[in-house]
């Protein structure tokens, strides 16, 4: 399990570079899966690849984080999802969603997303990495809900 953990790791650090690598086929699926099974992915953190980061970004923005979040949390915080038209929401959600914070939902996001293409592709890897996956989606939820109720307290006493 240690090396599962560790490949996770370094794929969920090179999530974005990875990705795009593969959906520009600078690398195959194949030999991204051959990599995880034989415990060899050091070499992903190699990979570059010229892309457009605000492409990237407008595929996940921190609304739709913000959505996520009001999701997993069992809509613990629905009425953000409610007041979406009536107020600017761009002014809460970058109140509430630091840089940083978006840095690791961002990264988080692309993570899960290759987790799925390989998932797709070589099924009996699932039972190792999804519930790595499942914990560092807690986790950077987590932190996500923590601001949301940061930003609620620090407004209650101004």
């Known amino acids: 399990m240690r090396n599962c953990s560790k490949v996770f790791q370094t794929i969920h650090k090179n999530s974005l570079n990875i ?3 593969i959906k520009k086929k600078r ?12 415990y060899h992915v050091d070499s992903m953190s190699l990979i570059s690849s010229e892309f457009q980061l605000g492409y990237y970004l407008r595929q996940y923005t921190k609304m739709d984080c913000i959505d996520e979040v009001i999701s997993y949390s069992n809509d613990r ?8 038209d009536v107020v600017n929401m761009d002014l809460i959600v970058d109140q509430i969603m ?14 899960r997303k290759l987790w799925e293409l390989i998932f797709g ?13 499942e914990h560092e989606k807690k986790k950077v939820f987590e932190r ?7 930003y609620y307290i620090t407004m209650i006493t101004k």
Do not use: C, P, W
């Not at 592709?121 to 996956?133: A, K, N, P, S, T």
């Open 19 to 21: 990705y795009v690598a």
């Open 27 to 38: 690398l195959s699926l194949t030999k991204l899966v051959e990599a995880i099974q034989d």
């Open 77 to 84: 915080y629905y009425h953000l999802k409610e007041i979406r």
């Open 98 to 111: 630091d840089s940083r914070t978006y840095d690791l939902v961002f990264q988080f996001y692309y993570t």
């Open 121 to 133: 592709y070589q099924d009996d890897l699932r039972e190792f990495y999804v519930g790595l996956l």
């Open 144 to 150: 996500v809900m923590r601001n949301i109720d940061n």
